[in-house]
């Protein structure tokens, strides 16, 4: 049975790539608040990544990384500060959590690392510089450890659009701006969690064994199309 890391698994998209682990894998998990979640093959550690020690592990075989930010502003309400603390949460915190437990997935069975990156990346929107700066870093981020690290590790990203998480709570706050967002997607759709975390859950296993160092848009064609 493989073990894999979950950082930021107690919310949204994390927690839902926990709850479908957890059938056949060991499930640690790295997060500021506890889940709500109670399995046997199941572990968690409390901790903010970016202000503390990360907890010592003794085996793994993957590790997701699920922290992100969607901060959107006009560029002149921007700070340096705001451009700061996304970069710290979205690059530096999976920077911080790769180097720590490098060490132990090399030892694993087929490790494979997955990222989060954005359609931001991919498409320019008004009010996303600063998660759209952060997250081309990610993406950097997985195109260089995927050559350094192979072929012992795999690495590779999810970039979603709009997922229905509480951190995208303010984007679907009524019903009006959800109509909106679904009808910008040419697919007539946004993301649900789990969707997200079942291709998080592939990139982790076997069936991906030959791919590394993509960046994966899950973006209901809103990147993709013109229509």
């Known amino acids: 049975m493989k073990t894999i890391i979950v950082v930021g ?10 709850e479908k682990l957890l059938v056949n894998c060991n499930v640690i998990n790295i997060s500021r ?6 399995h046997n093959n199941f572990t968690h550690h409390n901790c903010d990544i970016t202000q503390q020690e990360l907890p010592d592990i003794d ?18 309400r921007l700070s340096i500060d705001d451009f700061k603390n996304d970069f710290e ?11 720590k437990y490098l060490s132990i997935l090399k030892k694993g069975n087929n490790p494979s690392i997955v990222l989060f990156s954005s359609v931001a990346t991919k498409l320019g929107m008004p009010f996303h510089a600063s998660i759209a700066v952060a997250k081309s870093g990610v993406e950097g981020l997985v195109k260089s450890l995927g050559a350094e690290l192979a072929p012992t590790f795999r690495i590779n990203a999810i970039a979603p659009t709009v997922t229905n998480t509480d951190l995208a709570s303010k984007l679907l ?6 109509e909106n967002i679904t009808e910008r997607h040419p697919l007539k759709k946004f993301l649900a969690p789990g969707e997200v975390a079942d291709m998080a859950e592939f ?12 960046i994966f848009e899950m973006d209901c064609g809103i990147v993709s199309f013109k229509i």
Do not use: H
């Not at 608040?33 to 109670?38: K, T």
């Open 9 to 18: 698994g107690s919310k949204g998209i994390g927690k839902a790539l926990v």
């Open 33 to 38: 608040s506890i889940p709500d979640i109670s």
């Open 59 to 76: 085996i793994a075989d993957g590790l997701v990384y699920c922290p992100g930010s969607i901060n959107l502003k006009p560029i002149s």
């Open 89 to 99: 949460i979205n690059v530096l915190g999976a920077i911080k959590v790769i180097q």
């Open 173 to 178: 706050r009524n019903q009006k701006m959800i």
């Open 203 to 214: 990139l982790l296993f076997e069936k991906s064994s030959s791919i590394s160092g993509q």
